[in-house]
């Protein structure tokens, strides 16, 4: 998990953050955790944002990872991936209608 949190994989991040919070590393774990929503990683985005409701980071760090987070899923974005959403969306909602 490690080797893949470095190689940049956003979801080995988050996880080697639980990892470190549980075995009370709470420092470690909020590093990583920050890491991985920088990443463009919603869940660890959660987490931060709970770690700023119990006042275990400031917030300022708490802005920053907001922006570092918004800037990695918009350089995910492009026409193409915004065109599979529509589509996502216009599928689901015939699903929803019964219609197939």
């Given at each position: 998990m490690e080797k893949a949190a470095i190689g940049g994989d956003p979801n080995a991040r988050h996880?080697?953050?639980?990892?470190?919070?549980?075995n009370g590393r709470t420092e470690r774990a909020i590093q990583h955790i920050i890491i991985a929503a920088n990443m463009g990683h919603d869940g660890s985005l959660e987490t931060v944002e709970k770690f700023y409701?119990?006042?275990?980071?400031s917030k300022d760090v708490f802005d920053k990872a907001l922006r570092t987070h918004q800037a990695a899923v918009d350089a995910t974005k492009s026409p193409q991936s915004e065109e599979a959403e529509v589509?996502?969306?216009?599928?689901?909602?015939a699903k929803a209608a019964g219609q197939i």
């Open positions: 996880n080697l953050g639980c990892v470190e919070g549980n409701a119990r006042g275990m980071i589509l996502m969306k216009k599928f689901e909602a």
